[in-house]
Every structure is written in C-alpha cells, then in structure tokens.
C-alpha cells in the first residue's frame, strides 16, 4: 500500500482564543494535486500554511513522507519539509535576474549542476530567452513563471500554491493552469493549491477539500464533488444548478413539478417525504416536443455557451446551459425535457433547517 506523502489528521489552528481550522483529515499520494476550495474565510490559506509550517497546530497533526512535520508544540521548520512555494504576490527577489532568481533556491548545488537547473526550468515555463531581465521587465504573468519555475527547481516533493494566478485576467489564468498542471506532471510533484474558482479546481485537481467556516465537509474526487456532494453546501457552492422540491415515491423515484425523476441511488427517505432535487444546467434540455413548459427569465452569453435561467408555472427556476447556437430570447417560451443522469436529492430544506435547531 503506498504511503501517503502528505497526511492530515485533525488538525486545528487557532488564532489567539479563535479555532479557524476544526479537525481537517485527508492524505495525498505521490503525484496527486489537491485543490482546497470554499469561500472567503474558510480556512483554506491557514491550512496551507500549517502544511508550510508557517503556522503552529493547536491539535492535530501534520505527517510528511510519513514523519511528523507539526503536532501541538511542535511546528518542523518551513525549510526542512522539502517543500516549494508559490503565492499570489510572486516574493521574488527585485535586484536578482530571472535566472538568480530560480538559481536562489539551488544554492547547495556546484555551480554547473545550478546553470543546467536553471536552464531546464526556463524552458520548462517557456522563458528561457529571458533569463537576464529582472522582474520589473516582466509581465505579472512572466513573473509568476519565474515564481513557478523556482519553486520546481530544487525537485521538492510537494509544492503549496495560494491562489497563484488569482490577479491575472481570466484567459491568462487558464492557460497558466494548463500549463501548471504539465510542469507539475512532467516533474511528478505532488501539489496542494488554494483556489476559490470551481472551474480551476476541477480542472486541476486530483481531489478536492470543499472548506466551510474551518471544517472540511467534503474530501472527494471532483466528479464526485459535482454529482455527489455530500452536503447540500457543497452541492451549491460546486457548480451551478437549481433546487426543485418533490416528494419520494419509491426508493428510486421523485416526483417534482417537471415529472418524475429516476435516481441511480436507493433514497434513505420513506415515501411521501418531502425533498430538494438538484438540477444541474445539463440536465435540462430544450426540446420543442419537450413535456414541460417554461419562460426565458435570463441569458448570459459566455461565447461558446449560453446559460439560462428558465421560470416555471408554479414559480421555481431552472439554469439550463446550451452551445451558443441555440438562441433563446428572454420572455419568450422554452420547451424542456429533463436528461438528468445523477440526481441529487436532499431532504426539503425546511426540515432540514428545523432539525438543526432541535
């Protein structure tokens, strides 16, 4: 069985008499890429850190390759965990070249071992004919390359990206992750990155962590994360979709105001109980034969896509995606069929909330 490279088990961080981090547990493999995804103040940048060792547990432990790295009173420094860094602001050194910047962290090496390193990782993030510029002559793009090839240079075993390419324009980001995702395969660096982009999370990742006010809700494949949430959190925050109530018949259907639907998973809930069933923007499909009636309430043009938000009779909403030939126009009536292949159903929202306060 292969031993994880990176395991957490429990970890909690607090600031002064505040928990940010409750009790988070997942192990990554050599070679996996996890993504920690969540909103604003979740924990995902002071869990990071913790794996940096740049912030102290208050329980819990850290294990790397199988040593342990931090546990309450014990925090391994950040330069003996065989670790690289990437982070949003780049932090390179303004008075050294590009080529003294990735050569910075080979400094152990001979200086023959450093220039072939160097070259490599230049050419690795495509900017081995400007190795003699200094920061400043470079894009913010350029600069989180040389960022990038930095941190690869000394081979770590794990390398910790805080939302790296979170204040570059969108195109720009994309094609930075591309190319990320190639480094980190070529080299076969296990990686672990905070993001709060859902598409560059599935794009991405191997696993991903869906954080929510400290705790980790969900540890799971992305095409888990999205056609299985565990949560009725995680299957709002990942991805887009809208909630249809209905009421179980069996254990393998759902009535809803658009028909009833087929569920591949057996429902815990008896007949009768009242659910949310999540649709997801492919489930709905025009079709002018289509059984169910709508209203165009919203288009958003994307430019190979279109999402709609459709309005029912009875007042509930759907999203429905579409390649940019089908044009819909707002106000106007849309025919659907429903192509739902993995049905998500959550009992109803009332009594779930009612529940939780008893």
Same mark, same amino acid.
């Given at each position: 069985m292969t031993q994880p490279l990176l395991q957490l088990d429990q970890i909690a961080c607090h600031y002064d008499s505040e928990q940010v981090v409750h009790d988070i547990s997942f192990a990554l493999n050599p070679g996996q890429i996890a993504c920690l995804l969540g909103p604003s103040g979740c924990g995902k940048t002071t869990t990071l850190r913790a794996i940096a060792g740049l912030e102290s547990l208050s329980g819990g432990r850290i294990l790397i390759n199988g040593e342990v790295a931090s546990k309450p009173g014990f925090t391994l420094a950040p330069e003996k965990r065989g670790l690289g860094m990437v982070f949003q602001e780049h932090a390179l050194f303004p008075h050294l070249s590009v080529a003294d910047n990735v /050569? !910075? /962290? %080979?400094?152990q090496q001979s200086r023959a071992e450093r220039q072939q390193?160097?070259?490599e990782c230049l050419a690795m993030v495509r900017l081995d004919d400007l190795g003699e510029r200094f920061p400043h002559e470079l894009s913010g793009g350029q600069q989180q390359r040389v960022a990038l090839a930095r941190a690869v240079a000394p081979r770590p075993r794990l390398i910790l990206l805080d939302e790296p390419f979170a204040s570059l324009d969108l195109d %720009?980001?994309?094609? *930075?992750?591309?190319? %990320?995702?190639?480094i980190l395969k070529l080299e076969g660096v296990t990686a672990v990155m905070v993001t709060h982009d859902q598409e560059e999370a599935f794009a991405m990742a191997s696993h991903i962590a869906i954080l929510r006010a400290g705790k980790l809700l969900q540890w799971d494949t992305p095409y888990r994360i999205y056609h299985a949430p565990g949560s009725r959190f995680v299957a709002e925050f990942a991805g887009q979709g809208a909630f249809l109530h209905g009421k179980v018949i069996t254990a393998e259907r759902v009535s809803t105001t658009v028909g009833e639907l087929s569920s591949e998973k057996i %429902?815990? *809930? @008896? @007949?009768g109980s009242g659910v949310d069933v999540l649709l997801r923007p492919e &489930?709905?499909? @025009? &079709? *002018? &034969?289509?059984?169910?009636?709508t209203r165009v309430l919203e288009r958003t043009f994307t430019g190979a896509n279109i999402l709609y938000r459709l309005g029912l009779e009875n007042g509930e909403q759907l999203t429905c995606l579409t390649g940019s030939h089908v044009d819909l126009e707002t106000g106007r009536e849309c025919r659907i069929r429903i192509a739902a292949k993995h049905l998500?159903? !959550? @009992?109803e929202k009332e009594s779930s909330e009612r529940e939780l306060r008893h």
């Open positions: /050569a !910075f /962290a %080979l400094r390193r160097v070259r %720009l980001r994309r094609q *930075l992750n591309r190319e %990320l995702l190639s %429902l815990s *809930l @008896p @007949p &489930d709905v499909v @025009p &079709d *002018l &034969d289509g059984p169910v009636t998500v159903v !959550f @009992p």
